[in-house]
């Protein structure tokens, strides 16, 4: 019998726009909440995203432009407690319902269920907010539709590296010929093409001029 084939999709940027006016808004709300004056602008943001995770994107921000900013707290325990605040903020902003899923998603979810095709999410985001994302969107019962939701810091290191493909591989015990994976950015292909994984990159503002050489296929 044929293994059936598993659809394994990113989230921000591909499930939905999440980034300009979800993540990028819910990191300023905290770096307000903390008294901090700093603040991402649209264009600023698109540049950070080149660092995956929030963490890691807020450490390299101060290490670029805050060389001299200096708190009583060890630095990464201050990072992870503004992190935390930031998705507080951001599970608040899918939860007024402001970020919906990109045209066609449901669809496509709804149809591979149909054909009994296996789906797996391999993202950077935490996994609070994944839950967030499609309990707000699809119900919170379409959370158990994805076999795994590989998430965040569940790996030791984030996209671009493969880790996080690799593990969804291993954890549903899955050959990657009879997978696809859907990506919006750089670093999600180069995560997904070490592990020979076929990928369907699907572009948005942020992304469409990045380089995609190796995808199966752009969108
Ligand atoms: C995109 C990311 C994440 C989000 C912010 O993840 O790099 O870091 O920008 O989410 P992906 P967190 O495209 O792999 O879904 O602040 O929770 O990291
Ligand atoms: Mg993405």
Redesign the pocket.
Request: charged content about 30%; proline content about 0%; aromatic content about 4%.
């Given at each position: 019998m044929t293994e059936p084939f598993t659809l394994i999709f990113?989230?921000?940027?591909?499930l939905a726009d999440?980034?300009r006016d979800g993540?990028r808004v819910a990191f300023n709300q905290a770096f307000a909440e903390a008294g901090l004056d700093w603040e991402w602008p649209v264009s600023l943001y698109g540049e950070l995203?080149a660092i995956?995770?929030?963490?890691e994107?807020i450490n390299f921000y101060i290490s670029q432009y805050k060389p001299k900013f200096s708190v009583s707290l060890p630095l990464p325990e201050y990072i992870s407690n503004l992190?935390k605040s930031?998705?507080y903020y951001?599970r608040k902003l899918l939860g007024s319902g402001a970020i919906p899923l990109r045209p066609g998603v449901e669809r496509l979810l709804k149809e591979a269920r149909t054909n009994k095709m296996r789906l797996a999410i391999a993202?950077?985001?935490?996994l609070a907010?994944v839950e967030a994302l499609l309990e707000h969107t699809l119900g919170k019962e379409s959370i158990s539709w994805f076999e795994i939701i590989a998430a965040?810091d569940i790996v030791p290191a984030?996209?671009p590296a493969p880790d996080i493909y690799y593990y969804v591989l291993e954890k549903m015990n899955i050959q990657p010929q009879n997978c696809i994976v859907f990506e919006?950015?750089y670093?999600?292909l180069q995560a997904a093409l070490p592990t020979g994984l076929k990928t369907i990159v699907t572009v948005n503002d942020y992304t469409r001029n990045q380089d995609f050489t190796g995808a199966t296929l752009v969108l």
């Open positions: 990113d989230v921000d940027g591909t999440t980034e993540h995203l995956a995770g929030g963490k994107r992190h930031k998705t951001y993202t950077t985001t935490t907010n965040g984030k996209k919006d950015s670093n999600g």
